[in-house]
């Protein structure tokens, strides 16, 4: 969470993939791994790497869906894949 305070997406999404291998039933580690991902898309973005945005969009939107699984109907978690769609949407990007 520092990670993502700090605009540090990398390290972010680093440290939300080894969070999910220690805890793999936990819906908080496939949710916070999403909005890193999401968030380093937009910094792609703004770079001009859109094929790597768009790659970053398509994982955040896996992990989006995994969390919303695990969590098993709770409203804020399961809200979150809309919200990457929107953004990637606001960006011009390609979701699947």
Sequence with gaps: NVALGRSDWGNAVAVFEQALRRAPGDPVAPLNLSTALMEEAGALVEAGRR????SRVALALRYARAAAVLAGGDA?????????RRMAEKWGLVTR
Aim: aromatic fraction near 0%; charge should be negative; glycine fraction near 0%.
């Design 76 to 84: 804020d978690i399961a809200a979150q894949e809309a919200r990457i």
């Design 51 to 54: 094929a790597e945005a768009e």
